[in-house]
């Protein structure tokens, strides 16, 4: 069965996306339809994101004054996904918004510049998200701790998970997926990870959680189709990354402080800590703070 099949006999909810004649016609002769194709694919994003659509109400802007009414079954909520209800959901859980009318397969974006950490960080501030329920992962291969040897290809995948505050503890979050180039045996790519590790952990007390995950999973994820919803909710028992770019005077978990200065010197030559301190008066403005 193809995926975009997989993706439309997702369980979402009784009564919705069920076939119809012209839908197991469309199935036998061609494509799902466009229409239905949008309807399920909102709710395959609610669903991966554990958010039972009428809840979407906390959500959504009052001023787009939408009601229980039009998130009752597939053709009102057809009638709700206009043009601004679509970039609100593309924009607030980081997704594609081709993926949400029906095109390809990928369903999240990259960040834009997210080599370039500066910008990379200024987007994140501008989501309002870098407060102290931000948790950060690196996804890595199962069997395949990351080290610093060269040559040797580490693929890894950087996530950022932040609760709704509208929602109760541990249930509802949304995700920022960094999937494409990070390799941890290429010494640019550790640095970049490093420096950023760094400025959350020092500025934010923040840790950056080393996940191991089935190689299938972590193709899925880097590639964009799956949702890293099974992630942990906090760090528990993973091996904590930022021990890999702190001095032994600052962590007795002090890892690869070889290339210590090297990370100091990236962070340096970048700007990071400036461009930190401007994502988080961007994060404060976005949120309302002074």
């Not at 990870?193 to 007390?205: D, T």
């Given at each position: 069965m193809a995926k975009e099949e997989r993706l439309i006999e997702s369980k979402v909810g009784p009564g919705l996306c069920k076939l119809n004649v012209r839908v197991a016609w469309d199935?036998?002769?061609?494509?799902?339809?466009t229409s239905e194709l949008v309807a399920c694919r909102f709710l395959k994003l609610m669903e991966e994101h554990g958010i039972?659509?009428?809840?979407?109400?906390?959500?959504?802007?009052?001023?787009?004054?939408?009601?229980?009414?039009?998130?009752?079954?597939?053709?009102?909520?057809?009638?709700?996904l206009d043009d601004r209800v679509l970039t609100w959901l593309a924009n607030t859980f980081s997704v594609k918004r081709e993926w949400l009318e029906g095109e390809g397969e990928q369903i999240h974006r990259q960040p834009r510049?997210?080599?370039?950490?500066?910008?990379?960080?200024?987007?994140?501030?501008?989501k309002g998200i870098l407060d102290n329920s931000l948790q950060l992962f690196l996804l890595h291969q199962k069997g395949q701790i990351p080290?610093?040897?060269r040559g040797r290809r580490q693929p890894l995948i950087l996530v950022?998970?932040?609760?709704?505050?509208?929602?109760?503890?541990?249930?509802?979050?949304?995700?920022?997926?960094s999937g494409e180039g990070w390799d941890y045996g290429y010494l640019p790519s550790r640095l970049h990870?490093?420096?950023?590790?760094?400025?959350?952990?020092?500025?934010?007390?923040q840790?950056?959680?080393?996940?191991?995950?089935?190689?299938?999973t972590l193709e899925a994820v880097q590639d964009g189709l799956l949702t890293p919803s099974f992630l942990p909710w906090g760090s528990g028992n993973c091996e904590l990354f930022e021990a890999r770019s702190l001095s032994s005077s600052e962590s007795r978990?002090?890892?690869?402080?070889?290339?210590?200065?090297?990370?100091?010197?990236f962070i340096r030559n970048q700007n990071l800590e400036e461009a930190f301190r401007e994502a988080q008066r961007l994060n404060a403005e976005t949120n309302g703070e002074r």
């Open positions: 199935r036998l002769f061609g494509k799902p339809s039972k659509p009428l809840q979407l109400l906390r959500l959504l802007p009052a001023e787009f004054g939408l009601t229980a009414a039009d998130l009752q079954d597939e053709d009102s909520i057809l009638g709700m510049d997210y080599k370039r950490l500066g910008p990379w960080l200024v987007e994140i501030g501008e080290t610093n040897e950022l998970a932040h609760p709704f505050p509208e929602f109760d503890a541990h249930t509802v979050r949304r995700f920022v997926v990870l490093k420096a950023l590790a760094r400025l959350f952990f020092l500025h934010m007390s840790s950056t959680c080393l996940v191991p995950v089935k190689f299938q978990l002090s890892m690869e402080e070889e290339e210590l200065p090297a990370v100091l010197d």
